[in-house]
Nanobody, 123 residues
């Protein structure tokens, strides 16, 4: 059974950092692109960053450029989202999702999803 599990969310002050993890089970990540998405209350789910099966990275949100980075550890079957200089507007539920090989910025193109992890940026 293919499963994704996010972890690492929490409450952080503005300017702080968090590292989210997306652990896969039931399949190996080296044939999949993993996208990170987020959804704030009352808003649509939006793409943040994606890493393809070959390691290429795509940033879907200009506001995160230079603050967020994505990486993968195939040995651990895990993808990470490092978030620095967090702002209150980064508050959302963060999801990871998987699709074969190539990244997409559209959530509807991903077949597999984790349950999400809450990130709250507040003083």
């Amino acid at each position: 059974q293919l499963q994704l599990v996010e972890s690492g969310g929490g409450l952080v002050q503005p300017g702080g950092s968090l590292r989210l993890s997306c652990a896969a089970s039931g399949f190996t990540l080296d044939s999949y692109a993993i996208g990170w998405f987020r959804q704030a209350p009352g808003k649509e789910r939006e793409g943040v960053l994606c890493i393809s099966s070959s390691g290429g990275r795509i940033n879907y949100a200009d506001s995160e450029k230079g603050r967020f980075t994505i990486s993968r550890d195939n040995a651990q079957n895990t993808v990470y989202l490092q978030m620095n200089s967090l702002k209150p507007e980064d508050t959302a539920v963060y999801f990871c999702a998987a699709r074969r090989y190539y990244c997409s910025g559209s959530p509807r193109n991903y077949a597999y999803w984790g349950q999400g992890t809450q990130v709250t940026v507040s003083s």
